[in-house]
């Protein structure tokens, strides 16, 4: 991963690579966990931005899973034993999403006037 420095990263998010960075939040380039030719191969591996970003957060909950650990000290606790867990069901949603056929992002927003979000209206089959 790239966090260890194992290549460069981009932020545009007029490119797939952009929005696979947005869905993982890993915005930020000058502390990237995934180098963009990481990303390029999950959209490579997998059909759209979902799918790709759903592959990545996998693999970022093997290795929080590697490191799960709870410790407390002085009377100051930190659990990280459900990151992975939390990976994994974000995994799920991106995955559920794309299943379900909503659309990947894009970078164009269209708002939408009913009393429900774009997603739901998707869902329902309701106009956007």
Known sequence: MAGTGAGAATYDIATDVGRVR?????TDT????????EIEWA????????????LLLRALAVDSARLAVRVSRGGVSEDLTQVAAN????????????????PDLSSVVSPSWEPFSATENLLTGRPL
């Open 22 to 26: 947005l869905l993982v939040a890993d």
């Open 87 to 102: 990976l994994r069901a974000q995994a799920d949603a991106y995955e559920a999403k794309a299943n379900a056929g909503i």
């Open 30 to 37: 000058g502390d990237a966990t995934f180098s963009d030719a």
């Open 43 to 54: 959209l490579a591996a997998e059909d759209g931005v979902y799918r790709a970003a759903a």
